[in-house]
């Protein structure tokens, strides 16, 4: 399993999390790959995707956050080419928040996100439709269905946002 952000281990809360995570877990789609956690949107959690947002921690957009991966990507695998002894660090620090209305299309390309970067990605589908998850993050009526999270420190807080509701 993928290690959650180092931030979020030293919390006591961790081990909570991780429970979440695990029991709420299934496929993305119906021929998915990879498993996901459902759970309920949180205010906790709307409020840090607003932060983080307005912070520019996070963008929204499965097209930018493609292109946002892709780029991190090719920074790390230069920095290994670099220094070869030092090894990646599977651990998630990119959270990837999915509404529960995408059509099989979306959640497909979902799907080959988580697989494409396993070192450092984790999804959570929360259950909430894209456009009120654009109502809660800007105030307006704005669909929105993918918010990657590419701060460690606010995944972490992320992360324990979805506690508030369980």
């Known amino acids: 399993m993928l290690k959650l952000p180092k931030d979020l281990v ?3 809360r961790h081990d909570a999390v991780s429970a979440l995570l695990a029991t709420r877990a299934g496929l993305l789609w119906e021929g998915g790959r990879n498993e996901v956690a459902t759970l309920p949107m949180t205010d906790a959690l709307a409020a840090e995707l607003r932060g983080a947002l307005s912070a520019k921690h996070a963008c929204h957009g499965l097209e930018l956050i493609t292109d946002k991966l892709a780029s991190e990507q090719k920074g790390l695998d230069a920095a290994a080419r670099k220094a070869p002894e030092s090894p990646q660090n599977a651990r998630a620090s990119r959270l990837l928040f999915l509404a529960s209305d995408g059509s099989t299309r979306f959640y497909r390309d979902c799907d080959a996100l988580l697989s494409r970067y396993p070192q450092r990605l984790l999804a959570c589908r929360l259950e ?3 456009e009120e998850l654009g109502e809660k993050l800007t105030g307006t009526a704005k669909m929105i269905r993918s918010v ?3 701060d460690k420190r606010v995944a972490a807080r992320a992360l324990l946002a979805l506690l508030d509701a369980s």
Do not use: R
């Open 10 to 12: 030293a919390d006591p």
């Open 128 to 130: 909430i439709s894209g």
């Open 148 to 150: 990657l999270v590419f």
